[in-house]
């Protein structure tokens, strides 16, 4: 864990739900905060309900504050581009609209590079069969999701979303990257 005069780096990613995006990256060795909000569209500060209807332009995003001694940017979106599916549009899953795009918002243009180095590699890859649409932007816009959405999936488990949705992205997230995953 970083002490307080460790220096950390910022980065905001929509994976879809931030339910799950939150879960997967609260577990992620060298990450030290992670917060559901909203950001990238036309309503500042939007609510929920707002968000919902898709006419915000507004994405479900986590805010993931990690120690850049303990883990590199590189590694945290190539954790992001495992446990989501960068290439369907507006979707994932079952949950359809703008505010579940895949995007990475950079506050700064080394991490515009490193997110366009890793998007490149992945593409290079054919990891998967269809192209990447996940947007890169500068983050703008960005609010704190309401109180209720934070530590969603670690404080209702058994929800029925959780247990189908958000628990098997956190199972993937721990097999695949064993050696990330805090103690």
């Given at each position: 864990?970083?002490?307080?005069?460790?220096?950390?780096?910022?980065i905001v990613?929509?994976?879809?739900?931030?339910w799950?995006?939150?879960?997967?990256?609260?577990?992620v060795?060298?990450?030290?905060?992670?917060e559901?909000?909203?950001?990238?569209?036309?309503?500042?500060?939007?609510s929920?309900?707002?968000?919902?209807?898709?006419?915000?332009?507004?994405?479900?995003?986590?805010?993931?504050?990690?120690?850049?001694?303990?883990?590199?940017?590189?590694?945290?979106?190539?954790?992001?581009?495992?446990?989501h599916?960068?290439?369907?549009?507006?979707?994932?899953?079952?949950?359809?609209?703008t505010?579940?795009r895949?995007?990475?918002?950079?506050?700064?243009?080394?991490?515009?590079?490193?997110?366009?180095?890793v998007?490149?590699?992945?593409?290079?890859?054919?990891?998967?069969?269809?192209?990447?649409?996940?947007?890169?932007?500068p983050?703008?816009?960005?609010?704190?999701?309401?109180?209720?959405?934070?530590?969603y999936?670690?404080?209702?488990?058994?929800?029925?979303?959780?247990?189908?949705?958000?628990?098997?992205?956190?199972?993937?997230?721990?097999?695949?990257?064993?050696a990330?995953?805090?103690?």
């Amino acid at each position: 864990m970083s002490s307080p005069t460790t220096p950390t780096e910022t980065i905001v990613l929509g994976g879809g739900c931030f339910w799950c995006t939150e879960a997967v990256f609260d577990r992620v060795q060298g990450v030290v905060d992670v917060e559901s909000g909203y950001s990238n569209g036309q309503v500042s500060n939007p609510s929920y309900e707002q968000v919902c209807t898709g006419r915000t332009g507004v994405a479900e995003v986590v805010r993931v504050a990690f120690d850049p001694a303990q883990i590199s940017l590189h590694e945290i979106l190539e954790i992001f581009f495992v446990v989501h599916d960068p290439t369907t549009l507006n979707r994932q899953g079952n949950d359809v609209g703008t505010q579940y795009r895949s995007g990475i918002y950079y506050t700064n243009e080394a991490q515009k590079q490193v997110a366009q180095d890793v998007i490149r590699e992945i593409g290079e890859s054919r990891t998967y069969s269809a192209p990447i649409v996940t947007e890169l932007a500068p983050l703008a816009n960005y609010s704190t999701a309401e109180a209720y959405h934070q530590d969603y999936f670690l404080n209702n488990p058994n929800q029925g979303y959780c247990a189908f949705v958000v628990g098997p992205k956190v199972e993937k997230f721990q097999k695949t990257f064993a050696a990330r995953v805090k103690a």
